[in-house]
């Protein structure tokens, strides 16, 4: 740990750019401990800060994805991928980089500690949104350090001579101490506002290159388990801003072997498309799919590059330098792909339903066609032909970005939290309706849910005459289900009238967590509610007729069974977590959080966290999460036994 504060240190990480160089490293200029006393010359160190998450946005994607289990390598893959992908990865391999989050830690600390937050333009503070701000950066470092390394050396005053570092006893911390070190200041600053509004920059939207306090103060959380804070941050976030997961649309595109059905209307009357909506970058964070992302200089004279493109397939800086009558196929896009789709994310994308309404205009009805494949897909990749051999090239990178946070990002992150707190109806709404007023009206919204969302996280009212109701449930504005952009036409999801429901997707899922994990015997139990139900269902079916007190105990098991209640809250959490698990695969697929992901989730799984639904039951096993993680990695060959925590992490030099 000391060798690497000693490198960035030595080669002076406190490196600031003029505004006209904006992102451009080269052209930094090293300052040591000027004062930060005017209005305007704070840009000078933020762009600095910038340009060192330039390199750390870049190393956190390489890391996290070539460790999880959406992407795999090729045979054009360098040594330094291919150890990353099968966890053989040394100290030095030149992705394990923990100098590039500490560079980004140092540059906040140097502004935090010499920013003058005492300056007024009338009667508005121009500094605290930007101080904010760089809060903000800093918590996002040392969340990657405590995801990638486990631990971080903590520090929050800024190292800038040699004497610093030698006499320096500062800690090392585990995600708790971070949170625990961080949060009493990031609270303050929980609901400012981003800085730059309006400010736009050789093309750079200066307020999206920011990350708001209450998204990184959530993930925080949500990564120490401390679900009920988390949910309550990222409820915050999107109320006070006004986010909706918006009524979207994919292409229709059915994978091969799956045929359109003839009562199925491709005109989905949606004016947004999910390709468009996820990458817009807007001045307006209401408005804007993107809330934060991480430019790189479209040359190396203006500043640091990235190889991400080039790693995903796509020869970015030669499309960006020449017109686009003289480029084609062949040029835009490299045969020596590096970095592409696994065969794990076409299990998840490709087994998905589709939901629609048929296009009958008398009687309409609700319909899924099977494994028709989510959407997204098509969106998301792009297929290649070279020498007579297919590939699959991912176009997340096409534009240049690191995608840092979408709306998506929040609301599905609100879902695990909201699950883990014993709300897998609520989480599951996430997915399905939105959560909105009349989901307050569904049968598979429990009353414990119903209040939580009426008053601890009032995104719901009873009477429709909130705030949060003009919000989340206005019209074609309002909220929706995040898996319909992939998986439904405008109706085929919303509604009970829907074939995607609470109880199906459970049961779903918990089949196929069974049919993953038959080595263990899990003992998956049900209870006497089943037993019942079926009882009086079979009964109410004959004909038979049922006595007015079976009439009302039939309907009240069916919204039971509707809410999964015949089964244990644990297994019903931990399906649903899998289904977000799932989504995530296909919402934010090669945009660098899936080992993050899947590790955080493994520990959920394992009793990491606070309350009364962490960890799994006991017929689970003592190290489910580790074996959850080490199966779905299984395919990478790994080296190491990914059924033991400690593994997981990278080691620093």
């Given at each position: 740990?000391?060798k690497?504060?000693?490198?960035?240190?030595?080669?002076?990480?406190?490196?600031?750019?003029?505004?006209?160089?904006?992102?451009?490293?080269?052209?930094?200029r090293?300052?040591?401990?000027?004062?930060?006393n005017?209005?305007?010359?704070?840009?000078f160190?933020?762009?600095?800060?910038?340009?060192?998450?330039?390199?750390a946005?870049?190393?956190?994607?390489?890391?996290?994805?070539?460790r999880g289990d959406?992407?795999?390598?090729?045979?054009?893959?360098?040594?330094?991928?291919?150890?990353?992908?099968?966890?053989?990865?040394?100290t030095?391999n030149?992705?394990?980089?923990?100098?590039v989050?500490?560079?980004?830690?140092?540059?906040?600390?140097?502004?935090?500690?010499?920013?003058?937050?005492?300056?007024?333009?009338g009667?508005?503070?121009?500094?605290?949104?930007?101080?904010a701000?760089?809060?903000?950066?800093?918590a996002?470092?040392?969340?990657?350090?405590a995801?990638?390394?486990?631990?971080?050396?903590?520090?929050?005053?800024?190292?800038?001579?040699?004497?610093?570092?030698?006499?320096?006893?500062s800690?090392?911390?585990?995600?708790?101490?971070?949170?625990?070190?961080?949060?009493?200041?990031?609270?303050?600053?929980?609901?400012?506002?981003?800085?730059?509004?309006?400010?736009?920059?050789?093309?750079?939207?200066?307020s999206?290159?920011?990350?708001?306090?209450?998204?990184?103060?959530g993930?925080?959380?949500?990564?120490?388990?401390?679900?009920?804070?988390a949910?309550?941050?990222?409820?915050?976030?999107l109320?006070?801003?006004?986010?909706?997961?918006?009524?979207?649309?994919?292409?229709?595109?059915?994978?091969?072997g799956?045929?359109?059905?003839?009562d199925?209307?491709?005109?989905?009357?949606?004016?947004?498309?999910?390709?468009?909506?996820?990458?817009?970058?807007?001045?307006?964070?209401?408005?804007?799919?993107?809330?934060?992302?991480?430019p790189?200089?479209?040359?190396?004279?203006?500043?640091?590059?990235?190889?991400l493109?080039?790693?995903?397939?796509?020869?970015?800086?030669?499309?960006?330098?020449?017109?686009?009558?003289?480029?084609?196929?062949?040029?835009?896009?490299?045969?020596?792909?590096?970095?592409?789709?696994?065969?794990?994310?076409?299990?998840?994308?490709?087994?998905?339903?589709?939901y629609?309404?048929?296009?009958?205009?008398?009687?309409?009805?609700?319909?899924?066609?099977?494994?028709?494949?989510?959407?997204?897909?098509?969106a998301?990749?792009?297929?290649?032909?070279?020498?007579?051999?297919?590939?699959?090239?991912?176009?997340?990178?096409?534009?240049?970005?690191?995608?840092l946070?979408?709306?998506?990002?929040?609301?599905?992150?609100?879902?695990?939290?909201?699950?883990?707190?014993?709300?897998?109806?609520?989480?599951?709404?996430v997915?399905?309706?939105?959560i909105?007023?009349?989901?307050l009206?569904?049968?598979?919204?429990s009353d414990?849910?119903?209040?939580?969302?009426?008053t601890v996280?009032?995104?719901?009212?009873?009477?429709?005459?909130?705030?949060?109701?003009?919000?989340?449930?206005?019209?074609?504005?309002?909220?929706?289900?995040?898996?319909?952009?992939?998986?439904?036409?405008?109706?085929?999801?919303?509604?009970?009238?829907s074939?995607?429901?609470?109880?199906?997707?459970?049961?779903?899922?918990?089949?196929?967590?069974?049919?993953?994990?038959?080595?263990?015997?899990?003992?998956?139990?049900?209870?006497?509610?089943?037993?019942?139900?079926?009882?009086?269902?079979?009964?109410?079916?004959?004909?038979?007729?049922?006595?007015?007190?079976?009439?009302?105990?039939?309907?009240?098991?069916?919204?039971?069974?509707?809410?999964?209640?015949?089964?244990?809250?644990?297994d019903?959490?931990?399906?649903?977590?899998?289904?977000?698990c799932?989504e995530?695969?296909?919402e934010?697929?090669?945009?660098?959080?899936?080992?993050?992901?899947?590790a955080?989730?493994?520990?959920?799984?394992?009793?990491?966290?606070?309350?009364a639904?962490?960890?799994?039951?006991?017929?689970?096993?003592?190290?489910?999460?580790?074996l959850?993680?080490?199966?779905?990695?299984?395919f990478?060959?790994?080296?190491?036994?990914?059924?033991v925590?400690?593994?997981?992490?990278?080691?620093?030099?």
């Amino acid at each position: 740990m000391k060798k690497i504060i000693l490198f960035f240190a030595g080669v002076m990480a406190l490196t600031f750019s003029s505004c006209d160089d904006m992102l451009d490293v080269d052209g930094g200029r090293d300052v040591e401990l000027p004062e930060i006393n005017q209005k305007t010359d704070s840009l000078f160190y933020v762009s600095g800060i910038m340009q060192a998450m330039q390199q750390a946005a870049e190393v956190y994607v390489i890391q996290n994805e070539m460790r999880g289990d959406m992407v795999t390598t090729t045979e054009h893959s360098d040594v330094n991928l291919q150890n990353l992908s099968n966890f053989s990865a040394s100290t030095e391999n030149k992705y394990d980089s923990a100098y590039v989050y500490y560079k980004v830690i140092n540059n906040c600390n140097y502004y935090l500690a010499h920013r003058d937050t005492t300056l007024y333009d009338g009667s508005y503070n121009v500094t605290l949104s930007e101080y904010a701000a760089v809060l903000s950066y800093r918590a996002w470092a040392y969340l990657q350090l405590a995801r990638t390394y486990g631990k971080a050396k903590f520090f929050t005053h800024p190292l800038t001579t040699l004497s610093d570092i030698e006499n320096d006893n500062s800690p090392e911390l585990g995600i708790d101490g971070i949170v625990a070190g961080l949060e009493t200041e990031m609270k303050k600053f929980a609901n400012t506002p981003m800085p730059y509004q309006g400010l736009v920059f050789q093309n750079r939207i200066w307020s999206r290159l920011c990350i708001p306090v209450n998204v990184v103060l959530g993930d925080m959380y949500l990564e120490a388990g401390r679900y009920a804070d988390a949910a309550n941050a990222y409820y915050e976030f999107l109320f006070n801003n006004k986010i909706v997961a918006k009524q979207l649309a994919c292409n229709f595109i059915l994978r091969d072997g799956v045929d359109k059905p003839v009562d199925f209307d491709e005109d989905f009357n949606i004016n947004i498309s999910w390709s468009r909506f996820s990458n817009t970058i807007s001045t307006s964070l209401a408005s804007s799919g993107v809330i934060t992302y991480v430019p790189m200089a479209d040359d190396r004279l203006q500043g640091y590059t990235t190889e991400l493109p080039r790693l995903f397939g796509y020869n970015y800086y030669y499309s960006n330098s020449h017109d686009d009558k003289d480029l084609n196929m062949d040029s835009v896009y490299l045969e020596k792909i590096q970095m592409v789709p696994s065969q794990s994310y076409y299990n998840v994308v490709d087994s998905s339903d589709y939901y629609y309404q048929t296009n009958d205009p008398t009687d309409p009805v609700m319909k899924s066609i099977s494994k028709a494949g989510d959407m997204r897909k098509e969106a998301r990749t792009r297929r290649l032909l070279f020498n007579g051999r297919q590939w699959e090239a991912p176009t997340t990178y096409i534009g240049g970005y690191v995608y840092l946070y979408r709306t998506s990002t929040v609301w599905l992150h609100l879902a695990e939290a909201l699950n883990r707190m014993g709300h897998p109806d609520a989480a599951f709404a996430v997915l399905k309706d939105g959560i909105r007023d009349e989901t307050l009206r569904y049968g598979y919204i429990s009353d414990d849910t119903k209040t939580l969302l009426t008053t601890v996280l009032p995104f719901c009212s009873v009477d429709g005459q909130s705030e949060q109701s003009q919000i989340f449930s206005n019209g074609t504005q309002g909220n929706y289900g995040i898996h319909s952009y992939g998986c439904a036409d405008n109706y085929g999801m919303t509604s009970e009238k829907s074939l995607y429901t609470f109880s199906g997707e459970v049961e779903r899922k918990i089949a196929a967590i069974k049919e993953e994990f038959k080595d263990l015997n899990l003992s998956i139990p049900t209870t006497g509610i089943e037993v019942r139900y079926n009882e009086l269902k079979a009964k109410f079916d004959a004909g038979e007729g049922l006595t007015e007190e079976e009439f009302d105990e039939y309907t009240e098991l069916i919204q039971r069974m509707k809410r999964a209640e015949n089964r244990n809250i644990g297994d019903v959490i931990n399906a649903v977590e899998d289904l977000i698990c799932d989504e995530y695969a296909a919402e934010l697929a090669f945009e660098g959080s899936r080992f993050a992901d899947l590790a955080r989730i493994a520990r959920n799984k394992n009793g990491n966290g606070t309350g009364a639904h962490t960890g799994s039951p006991d017929y689970y096993g003592a190290n489910f999460g580790g074996l959850w993680l080490a199966k779905k990695l299984a395919f990478k060959n790994p080296v190491k036994d990914l059924t033991v925590e400690a593994n997981w992490y990278l080691r620093m030099k």
